[in-house]
Each structure stands twice: as C-alpha cells, then as structure tokens.
C-alpha cells in the first residue's frame, strides 16, 4: 500500500475532486485524472449497487420497448452535446454528501482584486451586457433618465423613500467597479435565492432583503416581468408588473403605510412615476400571471414558472418529476433538521429516485425536468444538496443553450451567500 500511495504522489496527473468517492466509470476520466488507492475498488463497488437501483426503479422494459426511433435520434443528439461541452454524467447519492470537503464551494476573498477605480457613468452603457451577460430592457435606461430630470440628487430621492439602486444601475451613478476577474459581476447584488433568470436592480434600504428585479426566460430574450423577493423570508419569486415603472409604484403604495414619516415623500414619488409612466407609455398594472401560465410546464419551487421549448403533441420537452412538490419539500425539511449524517443519508436516499428520474429525463431530451429539478434543489438552500443543483443546471442551461444562466449559476454557488449587502465589494 505504501508503495501505491508513494506512486499516487509522484503522480502529476491532476488529482479528480471526488478522491476515493469518485463515480465515474469512464476510462478517460481514469487516464486524465488521479484517485488515491485506499478503499477504490471497494468504494467504486458499493456505489456501483446504489448508481443503477433507482435507475432500474423507473426503467423498465416495457418502457425501453416504448422508445421510437425519434428518441432514439434524439438521445444521440443530446449525447453530442454533452460530448462537446464536456459535461460529466449526473452524480450519484454518494456525491450529494456534507462531507465531500473537495465538493464544498467555497468564497474566495474578492479584496485579492485590485479595484482600483469605477466605470466612467458616461460610458457605453454595452459594458453592461458584458458584465451581466443580458441585454437591458428599454424600460431600465427610461427609469433612470426620468430620474435624473429631478432637480434633487437620485440616491437621495429614493433614500427618502426607502429605496436604492443597485447591480447595473450602479454604472449611472459611478459606483460600478472596475474587476479583473469578470465573473464577480455575476454575483454583484445576487441575493441568496436568486435563481440565474432572476437580476435584482432595485432594494429596500438598510438591512432589508427585499428586493426587485428582472426575470427572464431566455438570457438571449427580454424580461418577461419584473418580481420581487425577500431573502431573508423564502425563496418566492413574485411578479409585480411588466416594466420597472409598475413595480416602483406598487413598492411606493406598500411603502407609505408603514409609517406615517415616510407617506408623504411615498405620495410625491407616485406622482411622479405615474407622470413619467404616462408620458413614456408604461403601464402600472400589476403583472397578470394568468397569462403566463399556459407558456409554463410547471410552476417550479420559487413560483414563478418555468418556461422550456415543449412539444404538446410529442409531450417532448417535459414530464414531472418522480415526486410531488410536497414530498419533496418534505424531504428537505427533513434534511434540515436532521441532527446525524445517518439521518441525513437516509433522506439523500430517499431524495436520490427523483434525482436519477430527472437524469433520465434530459437524456431523453425531457429537458425541463432537470431544470425543474435544479431549480427544487437551489430553492431548498440546503448546503448538501449545492452540488448536485449545480450539477442538474449545468447540464439543462447546456441543452436548452441557455449559457449564460449556465455560467452564473457556476458562480453564484461558488460564492454563495446571505445577507443584505450582497455587494461584491462585501465579499
């Protein structure tokens, strides 16, 4: 054994992050990476019977007989895109674990950036885009230029309100940093349960985590409304309305009857969103999520909907998940409260069906289904199932070639954090 060890070190072969644990049966992954000696085979045996129990659970033969050419088709199509993107098969129970210390995510100081200095607020406003990897609606750049109309200052305005502007808007106001790694844009202002399609423009001040946001779809599309979400309560994404406008308005009458200090500045400012509403065309009706509906394959745990190209003819695109929305918030209920790492497998075994189900599902170019499973697993917050959200997300934003969501939610749970000042600055 000391011999295999002493070999394993002289090794300069990269070392795979999973060590003895690691799934993966794929002679290329053998030869590109290195795993310690101590307890391999007996490791690899014992998640060999667990990897495949589920699998064959919801694959039966009656199912492969039911599989058309067409299917077949398009698995390889699915296979080629795995292929290209590098993207290794789903993890089994065993890697969804607490203890995998070369699985965790961790935060990496951002002070090893030099921030030197801040975008020009007179620069192209393009850069934006090449921060946040979306496009700026219409409605975002008219808010601000109604605002900077006002004779008083901008952050003093909203202040009087209780509110402030942040992520892009920072650039307009010369408070948008210039970083080295780019990346750190994607996590400037994301707030714990900020799923990728979800951007936060606008927050409540002080130590509120309240904040209001774009949702999108599609990176490539506009948003389809603007939402709101307290992180600090759950992880429910609410829309409000269409535009910017709208949803400033509906903060504002909310806001004035908290307190009686601030009513009067509420009402002032409601004026004037109506006026600048009114005069740029912009509704203020709240967001009517009876009309997206009929666009969702499912509502998804964060209640806003989820939205995948799905054939209702072939019922190709999506299908539910093994377990209800109630089971599986019940399982993670479990999870959080359970005071044993034997308490704790036993609900990851429970959990890992569904999981296995979804995987299933996008190799059969059911794509929303890992989506919605991704999605689920984000939403739960829960520490032991990080890896295996980003795992499920990565392979569907690739599918569906949603790669932006793709490359923010790689560094979202990299960095992933709560609070209020969720500033990269703050890190």
Not at 1 to 30: L, V
Not at 340 to 363: F, G
Request: proline share 5%; glycine share 4%.
């Amino acid at each position: 054994m000391s011999e295999e060890w002493q070999q394993y070190i002289q090794d300069t072969r990269t070392q795979c992050k999973y060590g003895i644990k690691c799934y993966q049966k794929n002679p290329e992954h053998h030869k590109q990476y290195k795993h310690p000696p101590q307890l391999k085979v007996k490791a690899n045996k014992k998640q060999r019977n667990n990897r495949f129990q589920p699998y064959n659970k919801f694959k039966t033969s009656e199912d492969e007989n039911n599989i058309d050419k067409n299917t077949v088709k398009n698995d390889q199509e699915v296979e080629k895109i795995i292929k290209d993107n590098n993207i290794e098969s789903q993890p089994s129970a065993s890697t969804i674990t607490e203890n995998d210390n070369e699985n965790s995510l961790k935060c990496k100081n951002v002070s090893s950036h030099d921030i030197v200095s801040y975008y020009d607020r007179d620069i192209d406003p393009i850069i934006l885009e090449e921060c946040f990897l979306v496009e700026m609606p219409p409605d975002f750049y008219k808010f601000y230029e109604c605002l900077n109309k006002e004779s008083e200052p901008i952050e003093k305005l909203l202040a009087n309100v209780n509110l402030q502007l942040i992520g892009p808007y920072e650039l307009f106001l010369g408070k948008l940093p210039i970083l080295q790694d780019k990346d750190m844009y994607l996590i400037h202002w994301r707030f714990y349960y900020d799923p990728p399609e979800f951007q936060a423009i606008l927050k409540k001040k002080g130590k509120s985590e309240f904040h209001i946001g774009y949702y999108r779809d599609d990176p490539k599309e506009k948003p389809v409304f603007v939402a709101r979400n307290d992180s600090s309560t759950d992880c429910i994404i609410t829309p409000v309305s269409e535009n910017i406008f709208g949803a400033v308005y509906w903060f504002l009458q909310n806001e004035k009857k908290t307190s009686p200090f601030i009513s009067i500045a509420c009402q002032k400012m409601m004026e004037k969103v109506k006026n600048w509403a009114e005069e740029h065309k912009y509704s203020l009706e709240e967001f009517n999520m009876k009309k997206r509906i009929p666009n969702t394959v499912c509502r998804s745990f964060h209640s806003a909907g989820i939205v995948v190209p799905y054939n209702k003819k072939t019922q190709l695109g999506y299908r539910k998940l093994a377990e209800s929305d109630a089971k599986i918030k019940k399982m993670f209920k479990q999870l959080s409260e359970a005071n044993s790492q034997t308490e704790k497998d036993k609900v990851l075994s429970e959990l890992q069906p569904v999981l296995t189900y979804a995987s299933i599902a996008m190799d059969e170019c059911d794509f929303g289904t890992g989506l919605e499973a991704g999605i689920a697993l984000f939403c739960s917050g829960l520490k032991e199932l990080q890896t295996s959200a980003l795992r499920n997300l990565e392979v569907a934003y690739t599918l569906l070639r949603r790669e932006a969501f793709k490359k923010i939610i790689q560094v979202h749970l990299k960095h992933r954090r709560k609070g209020p000042e969720m500033s990269v600055l703050n890190i």
